[in-house]
């Protein structure tokens, strides 16, 4: 298996500038996730999806990020107008149904906007 | 709330045990698991504990007390390539079983 594929790995942009994030789960997985990472506040959790229904949107940081998932192989973390304190990894990880099935991780995004 | 606290770095050698702790105070539980996130990638699953004891996979053991809130890993035999960022997670909050909640990470370094 292919694994969680996302694109880009690197992203330099301007502040104000959009952003999309993709992201390919492992075919098969009910649920996708989309988290960020910084070293002040970890990894946390932004969204995420089962069966292309977004969940649980409570960590998204603001209006300026949103998230879709047209279909079981794609998704999309999209910042408009992105800022300097956005610059962080932004992992995608998928899961099947059932508390005792771990989050598998893709390679991550790292976003930088100066 | 949700809060979930480990150390923030550790150090130990080559060949050492070394024991990671995690405390917790979520709304839910449905499991808790450990993982392994090495510079620059992505975390890796290293294992899960949904009852109380220990579970042991290799040179790495994780243990459970759910009445404590409170779990360690513990890395036997240590290699270099250890030395990695330990993250804890919980699972579950409110019903909302496949949502994991994750603590900030612990830094192990091995030295020679």
């Known amino acids: 298996d292919a694994g969680v594929i996302q694109s880009p790995r690197h992203e330099v942009t301007e502040m104000g500038q959009e952003v999309t994030l993709r992201c390919k789960p492992i075919?098969?997985?009910?649920?996708l996730f989309w988290y960020r990472q910084t070293m002040m506040r970890g990894l946390e959790l932004l969204i995420y999806?089962?069966?292309?229904?977004?969940?649980?949107d409570s960590g998204m940081p603001e209006d300026r990020f949103s998230a879709k998932m047209p279909n079981a192989s794609f998704s999309t973390l999209k910042i408009q107008p992105s800022e300097p304190r956005d610059s962080a990894v932004y992992f995608c990880?998928?899961?099947?149904?059932?508390?005792?099935?771990?989050?598998?991780f893709g390679p991550g995004t790292r976003l930088t906007v100066t | 709330g949700q809060n979930i606290d480990q150390p923030t770095e550790m150090t130990a050698t080559e060949g050492a045990i070394v024991q990671i702790n995690c405390t917790y105070q979520t709304s839910g539980f449905n499991g808790l698991f450990w993982y392994q996130q090495h510079a620059g990638e992505a975390p890796t699953f290293l294992s899960y504990n949904v009852l109380d004891g220990l579970e042991e996979k290799g040179r790495f053991s994780s243990f459970l007390s759910r009445s404590k809130g409170y779990s360690y890993l513990l890395l036997k035999e240590l290699q270099m390539k250890d030395s990695a960022s330990y993250l804890c997670a919980v699972k579950g909050d409110g019903g909302a079983t496949n949502k994991l909640i994750f603590g900030t990470g612990t830094l192990l370094a091995v030295q020679p």
């Open positions: 990880a998928s899961s099947v149904a059932g508390s005792a099935y771990e989050q598998y």
């Open positions: 999806f089962n069966n292309n229904v977004p969940i649980d």
């Open positions: 075919s098969g997985h009910d649920y």
